[in-house]
């Protein structure tokens, strides 16, 4: 009863995560940040925990919103790899307000995105991807994602 998503970065890596099992194939991707802040390598690598220690201290040494936000979106990736939904929220939802760039801000809402669809909001998960897309029609990973849950949903519904 678990699916894989995949954490997109210079190398694809992947998850587990849980979804509803039978749902058509294809995996749910999460983005890390474009910057190469202290921490994402670990968490792309796969050490969360790692990741998140490297991150947290970071993040008490910084007040730039712009480092704030690309650390937020690698803890929101962190924890959702690790299953922890409560503490994802809280770092998703902020990165997604620090972002000024339209670029960031779509990975920002597709991990937010993602994050709802695990908590079994499919309608938030499809608006919150209808956003990533407005902000960067460009974001493939976006795409995939929207097709993806769409899909799930339509599945589900029959």
């Known amino acids: 009863m678990q699916n894989l998503i995949k954490i997109t970065a210079i190398a694809a890596i992947t998850l587990a ?3 509803a099992s039978g749902s058509p194939s294809g ?3 999460l983005k890390t940040s474009y910057a190469d802040v202290y ?3 670990d968490v792309e690598a796969g050490n969360y925990q790692t990741g ?3 991150l947290s201290q970071f993040k008490a040494k910084t007040s730039h919103r712009g480092e704030l936000a690309d650390i937020n979106t690698n ?3 962190a924890y959702i790899s690790q299953g922890d939904l409560q503490q994802a929220t809280t770092t998703c939802s902020e990165a997604v307000k ?3 760039s339209k670029r960031e801000k779509s990975i920002a809402y597709n991990n937010l995105a ?3 669809y695990l908590q079994g909001d ?3 998960s499809v608006e919150n991807l209808e956003m990533a897309a407005y902000l960067n029609p460009h974001n493939d990973i976006t795409a995939r994602n929207l097709e993806r849950v769409l899909a799930r949903s339509q599945f589900a519904s029959n």
């Open 39 to 41: 921490g994402v390598r």
């Open 27 to 29: 995996s749910l991707e």
């Open 114 to 116: 993602v994050l709802s």
């Open 75 to 77: 803890l929101c990736v």
């Open 17 to 19: 995560a849980f979804t």
């Open 122 to 124: 499919a309608k938030a």
């Open 98 to 100: 620090m972002y000024t």
């Open 52 to 54: 998140v220690q490297k």
